[in-house]
């Protein structure tokens, strides 16, 4: 089975990539031409969404690095204890919706401290695979249609993502805990 598995893994982009060009030739469809003009397209909306990503990265660098974080993980903490969440997980609840990347630097500067197994380190597992990085998501969906009022959509998006960290919290306590 395990075989089976890997060889399908291997071959199915390049036949996925072969049956579309196929269907493609055999409806008489300008193949390239429909590459060429997909590529523009691509490239167009990515000229388009740049300002709103380069805004929010910014947002998020300062964000990180002026202090405010920490800040808001002191602010947090006490919260956080009456109900067991360990604060270590704190910042990778806070982070994840903001930058799927830093969000990765946070979950594996856990698992070198406390381990992949420990409660906190499943925790954080848990979060990130749980979680969106929404605010990246709707800049780029927003960004990309020329949305320019997007807090409905941006509260509802962190709200699912507090849901999310609540629900990742009691799945933790009912499997590791």
């Not at 709103?52 to 903490?77: E, N």
Request: charged fraction near 10%; hydrophobic fraction near 50%; charge should be positive.
């Amino acid at each position: 089975m395990t075989a089976a598995v890997h060889t399908f893994s291997r071959w199915a982009v390049p036949l996925l990539l072969l049956g579309i060009t196929s269907y493609g030739l055999s409806r008489r469809v300008p193949i390239y031409e429909c590459f060429v003009e997909g590529a523009k397209e691509g490239w167009h909306t990515t000229l388009r969404i740049l300002p709103y990503l380069i805004g929010m990265l910014v947002a998020i660098q300062v964000f990180q690095h002026s202090g405010a974080l920490s800040q808001l993980i002191r602010v947090l903490t006490p919260l956080t204890n009456r109900v067991g969440f360990p604060p270590e997980a704190l910042p990778m609840a806070l982070i994840r919706p903001l930058s799927g990347s830093g969000s990765l630097a946070f979950l594996a500067q856990i698992f070198s401290s406390h381990g992949p197994d420990s409660f906190i380190g499943r925790l954080a597992a848990i979060v990130m695979g749980s979680t969106e990085t929404s605010l990246y998501v709707v800049t780029v969906y927003a960004g990309s249609i020329g949305l320019k009022r997007v807090r409905h959509t941006l509260a509802a998006a962190l709200l699912t993502d507090l849901a999310a960290v609540i629900i990742s919290f009691y799945v933790a306590l009912w499997f590791f805990a």
